[in-house]
T-cell receptor
Framework: NAGVTQTPKFQVLKTGQSMTLQCAQD?????MYWYRQDPGMGLRLIYY???????DKGEVPNGYNVSRLNKREFSLRLESAAPSQTSVYFC??????????FGQGTRLTVV | GESVGLHLPTLSVQEGDNSIINCAYS??????FIWYKQESGKGPQFIID?????DKRQGQRVTVLLNKTVKHLSLQIAATQPGDSAVYFC???????????FGSGTRLQVQP
C-alpha cells in the first residue's frame, strides 16, 4: 500500500519555465491537498479538492493551477516559475475530518 | 540536507526527560486537532489527534491536551529518545472547512 506518491522528488527550473507536479493516492480518499513549506514556516495550503470534480483556493494560490484528474490524482501546475516558488511541495489526502496522509515531498528550486 | 525549520523555535531536552510542545490556535470553530512529526527530508507523519469533545488523549509515550477555553493544544512526550528529534507541527480543522491549517512548528532536539 503506497499511500500518497509524489513525482518528481527533485526539480530545478529556470525562471519562466513551466512544470506539473504529480500526486496520486491509493486510499480512496475524497479530499486531496497541495501545501508548500518554506524554511522556518509551517505548511501553507495552496489548493485543495474536497471531492472529484471540485477544486478550491487555499491560502497561497497565486502562480499555481490544479487539476483533479480523477479520484486518485491531483496535479499542481506552475505556468511560469518564479524564484519565490522555490519551496518544498507536499501533497496530502484525507478521508474525512480526520488525519491527512502526506507524500514525501517535491523539492523545487527556481533559478 | 533539508533546510526546513531553520528559524523555528527549538526545545532542547535531555534523553529520558519528558518534553512538552505547545501550540495556540485561533479558530473557535475548530473541532479536530492533530500533531505531526516531520523528520529531515520527509513528509509529516501522524502522531496523535483529538476531537473537541475531549480534553486529553493518550497514545504510546505521547499525550495530547486540549484547552478550548484558551485555544491551546499541547503534546507531551514521555521519556524522550534521540529518535524523537524532529520538527513537530500542530494542525486543526473544523467540519465545515475541508483542509488542515498548520501551526509554525517547534524543533525538538534530544541531547544524549
Amino acid at each position: 500500500n503506497a499511500g500518497v506518491t509524489q513525482t518528481p522528488k527533485f526539480q530545478v527550473l529556470k525562471t519562466g519555465q513551466s512544470m506539473t507536479l504529480q500526486c496520486a493516492q491509493d486510499m480512496n480518499h475524497n479530499s486531496m491537498y497541495w501545501y508548500r513549506q518554506d524554511p522556518g514556516m509551517g505548511l501553507r495550503l495552496i489548493y485543495y479538492s474536497a471531492s472529484e470534480g471540485t477544486t478550491d483556493k487555499g491560502e497561497v494560490p497565486n502562480g499555481y493551477n490544479v487539476s483533479r484528474l480523477n479520484k486518485r490524482e491531483f496535479s499542481l501546475r506552475l505556468e511560469s516559475a518564479a524564484p519565490s516558488q522555490t519551496s518544498v511541495y507536499f501533497c496530502a489526502s484525507r478521508g474525512g475530518n480526520t488525519e491527512a496522509f502526506f507524500g514525501q515531498g517535491t523539492r523545487l528550486t527556481v533559478v | 540536507g533539508e533546510s526546513v525549520g531553520l528559524h523555528l523555535p527549538t526545545l532542547s531536552v535531555q534523553e529520558g526527560d519528558n518534553s512538552i510542545i505547545n501550540c495556540a490556535y485561533s479558530n473557535s470553530a475548530s473541532d479536530y486537532f492533530i500533531w505531526y512529526k516531520q523528520e529531515s527530508g520527509k513528509g509529516p507523519q501522524f502522531i496523535i489527534d483529538i476531537r473537541s469533545n475531549m480534553d486529553k488523549r493518550q497514545g504510546q509515550r505521547v499525550t495530547v491536551l486540549l484547552n478550548k477555553t484558551v485555544k491551546h493544544l499541547s503534546l507531551q512526550i514521555a521519556a524522550t529518545q534521540p529518535g524523537d528529534s524532529a520538527v513537530y507541527f500542530c494542525a486543526e480543522s473544523d467540519t465545515g472547512r475541508r483542509a488542515l491549517t498548520f501551526g509554525s512548528g517547534t524543533r525538538l532536539q534530544v541531547q544524549p
